[in-house]
């Protein structure tokens, strides 16, 4: 099994307003791969929200942080301020609750699209239609992980696109069955389309073909089914957090 990637050049600069079919569109056509069925596209987030006019003023990245914040999962502070790990929204957990502020003019900051999954399928059914192809759609961000050094694009949008892969109930080499593993494949084609897009090449829209069996006919549930929490969240708490609040509840005779 193989399949390809690559990133398209010449996409431009995005304002509030700009028609991303279209521009799209205008994109894949000039790339001398096309766009053929099975294909999926995986477009950064920052595109999708310049385009919807998520563009604040960077003299309120803190308040645009706290609007967007649902619950703290951790502080720390640092030489350089402090860092908000939160759950935001769209009940994704990351640092500044996703308000970003490269790639972006001087003087103002990105925040998240209002609905990814919504963006996703919008541009799926408009480009689908355009090219008379079926594909899978991804918007994608950059996140950190617990424990890893380092970050990676993960997948906050999704239309058309196998999500999770359910292993449960196959068995492996050995013939014992397999109980836990849930492959979160969306997540694992967007990092490989960053390995082509970069941070800084001006490349935000990657093309992966050769995964047509996770091109689906329906939209599908999109990326929120990739988020994990509520009673399956194991880690709702920062380590310092965590302790403050056992200290409390003993104090309370809670504990």
């Known amino acids: 099994m193989s399949f390809e990637v690559w990133a398209p050049s010449g996409l431009g600069e995005i304002t509030a307003g700009d ?6 569109a205008d994109l894949l056509r000039s790339d001398e791969h096309g766009l053929e069925d099975g294909d999926i596209l995986v477009l950064t987030s920052k595109v999708v ?4 006019g998520r563009s604040v003023s960077a003299d309120d990245r803190e308040q645009a942080i706290t609007d967007e914040t649902v619950r703290v999962v951790a502080t720390r502070e640092h030489p350089g301020g402090v860092t908000r790990i939160v ?8 640092a500044a609750a996703g308000v970003d502020a490269s790639n972006t003019p001087v003087g103002t900051v990105l925040l998240l699209p209002v609905d990814p ?15 008379g192809v079926r594909i899978g759609v991804i918007v994608s961000d950059t996140a950190g992980r617990p424990w890893r050094q380092g970050v990676t694009d993960i997948a906050i949008g999704a239309a058309g696109v196998v999500v999770l892969d359910d292993l449960r109930g196959q068995h492996d080499s050995f013939g014992r069955p397999l109980v836990m593993t849930v492959a979160a494949v969306a997540d694992e084609v967007t990092a490989a389309a960053e390995l082509v897009k970069g941070k800084a090449d001006g490349r935000p829209l990657a093309v992966v073909r050769g995964l047509s069996h996770l091109v689906t006919a329906d939209d599908g549930p ?28 003993a104090l309370e005779g809670k504990a």
């Open 222 to 249: 999109g990326a929120a089914a990739l988020v994990r929490l509520g009673p399956e969240d194991m880690f709702a708490q920062g380590s310092a957090e965590a302790y403050a609040q056992g200290w409390k509840d």
């Open 117 to 131: 999954d919504g963006s996703a399928r919008a541009l799926r059914a408009g480009l689908s239609a355009e090219f």
């Open 19 to 24: 028609d991303l079919v279209v521009l799209l």
């Open 49 to 52: 929200s310049k385009a919807e």
């Open 87 to 94: 759950e935001n929204r769209l009940g994704l957990v990351m």
